[in-house]
């Protein structure tokens, strides 16, 4: 990984959930020149506020001052906006890198929008970046070189961990598991809340003991070398009430059969969002 101090100056075009979360790592570990494109004037206004001027922030690709030379182009608007936008950035990304995180969007694609000769990394990160406990896996197109592979791996890299492939299709179900991951999780806890205000729990009880218990969970997780299997198996005491709830929760028709299901949705939603 490229060191921090070395971040060059990038361009980011988008800066909403996923391009702020990368951002503001990049500016904790030192970025000193940046250009965000970014046409939503709140998100804009904040990132003005917190960059102290290491960041100019502007609201279309005629806006970058002339002469700003990136080392990357970084893609972080909506894959459904990717047709009207990225052909913008084809000048700018001549002989450097871009690094797109769009869902579904394929580097071939993107070789047609910018340009066959653009060196293209697809990425998918997730949302714990913004607390720089991300996962990202990465996969470099034909033509990236190593330097360039180099400064995507510490652009990822300081929002968390970055995993490469060299098979692309994987980024579809890379999408649907740990792209979407963080939803699911978050999910589990209204849930938690939804069934404990049920049983009579008080709502700010219920409030506080789903969201501790998912957040202690994997707090506990990451510090263990086990499987999860094992955490799983720690809390399920023979003839106790935790084997009652998973003998419903692990019937081969409930989560096992719903997880797949949905995994499979997502990965073909990716795949659809390829052009
Ligand atoms: N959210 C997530 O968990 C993850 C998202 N991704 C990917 O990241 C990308 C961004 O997602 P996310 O951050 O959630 O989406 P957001 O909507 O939060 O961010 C996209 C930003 O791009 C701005 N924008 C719209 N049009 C343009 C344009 N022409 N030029 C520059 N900026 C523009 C939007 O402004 P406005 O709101 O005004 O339209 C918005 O602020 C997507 O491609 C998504 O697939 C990848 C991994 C995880
Ligand atoms: O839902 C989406 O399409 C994006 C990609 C992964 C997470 N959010």
């Given at each position: ?98 690094l ?21 990394v ?29 400064l995507c791996d ?122």
């Open positions: 990984m490229t060191g921090a101090a070395s971040l060059p100056p990038i361009l980011l075009v988008g800066c909403g959930r996923m391009g702020g979360a990368l951002l503001s790592g990049w500016l904790e570990q030192g970025l000193t020149r940046a250009v965000v494109v970014e046409p939503h004037a709140a998100a804009a206004e904040a990132l003005a506020a917190q960059s102290a001027g290491r960041v100019r922030v502007v609201p279309d690709a005629d806006s970058i001052p002339a002469g700003f030379a990136p080392e990357a182009v970084v893609l972080a608007i909506k894959p459904q906006e990717a047709a009207n936008t990225v052909p913008h950035y084809a000048a700018l990304s001549s002989g450097v890198v871009t797109s995180i769009m869902a579904g969007r394929t580097i071939g694609g993107l070789h047609r929008l910018l340009g066959e000769a653009r060196a293209v697809r990425a998918m990160p997730n949302t714990p970046a913004a607390v720089r406990q991300g996962f990202t896996v990465a996969c470099a197109g034909e033509g990236v070189t190593a330097g360039q592979r180099a510490a652009l990822l890299g300081a929002v968390g961990e970055v995993a490469w492939v060299e098979d692309e299709a994987l980024l579809d179900p890379v999408t649907a598991v740990s792209g979407g991951g963080p939803a699911y999780v978050f999910l589990l806890v209204e849930l938690l809340q939804r069934a404990a205000e049920k049983l009579g729990i008080p709502p700010d009880l219920a409030r506080s003991m789903a969201r501790s218990t998912v957040a202690g969970s994997g707090a506990l997780l990451a510090v263990s070398r086990g499987e999860a299997a094992e955490l799983r198996q720690a809390v399920t005491s023979p003839k106790g009430t935790t084997e009652r709830a998973l003998a419903v929760l692990m019937a081969e028709e409930a989560w096992p059969a719903l997880v797949d299901r949905a995994m499979a949705a997502a990965t073909d939603r990716s795949r659809e969002l390829a052009e």
